[in-house]
């Protein structure tokens, strides 16, 4: 399948003037396969200091395709702005040493952004199913376009072992995965003139937005 050739305006580059599907697709987003996992660290000091955005150190559950139960460390820290301070429950950002990340479904992530139900009701699950369902959309229209990992996500306290959250979420593709997978490269950029970008995929963008 060939790439679709429009820019992504303030964050990447074409290195050559078009993109190319050639890096090799890392194991967390090569599934459309939701995933169960576990997150265990201390839910109280996230939550109750969420604009703090407090590193954690946590460990990552999941059972493997075939079958097998795999662990690893991670650190967690809050992200994000109106969401850190209107949620219950806050947005994550979830952070793997590449050492314990390999052979792993996590290999090659670093930081990962994991979009969280914000607050426990029906209405909040439906937004983030919504949400997740508008970055696949889009993934349709463009292969420029972030790619997702839907969860099923069981959140165990490590200070209170008997407490544990279930919800759903998605976990966000890097803007470095995007760039390796498209053969891109980011640039930081000051200012853009409305000149500069690409109407296409302007159009495109506005709409996803």
């Known amino acids: ?40 660290f201390p839910l109280d000091t996230i939550i109750r200091q969420a604009e703090k955005e407090p590193d954690v150190a946590g460990t990552a559950h999941y059972t493997d395709a075939d079958g097998r139960k795999v662990s690893l460390p991670v650190k967690l820290t809050t992200r994000g702005k109106s969401r850190l301070a209107m949620c219950r429950f806050p947005p994550l950002l979830l952070m793997i040493d590449k050492k314990d990340g390999k052979g792993t479904i996590f290999e090659g992530q670093k930081e990962l952004k994991i979009t969280t139900h914000c607050r426990p009701s029906a209405t909040f699950r439906s937004y983030i199913l919504q949400e997740f369902s508008i970055y696949r959309a889009f993934n349709v229209l463009t292969d420029t376009s972030f790619r997702t990992r839907y969860l099923n996500i069981t959140y165990q306290d490590t200070d209170n072992p008997t407490r544990t959250i279930v919800e759903n979420g998605f976990v966000l593709e890097s803007v470095k995965e995007l760039a390796n997978r498209l053969e891109l490269k980011r640039q930081k950029i000051p200012v853009v003139k409305t000149s500069q970008l690409d109407p296409a995929y302007t159009v495109l963008a506005a709409l996803f937005q």
Do not use: H, K, W, Y
């Open 1 to 40: 399948m060939q790439c679709s050739r429009e820019m992504r305006p303030l964050i990447l580059l074409f290195l050559f003037g078009s993109a190319v599907c050639g890096a090799d697709e890392l194991p967390l987003f090569a599934s459309n396969e939701s995933l169960d996992i576990t997150l265990q």
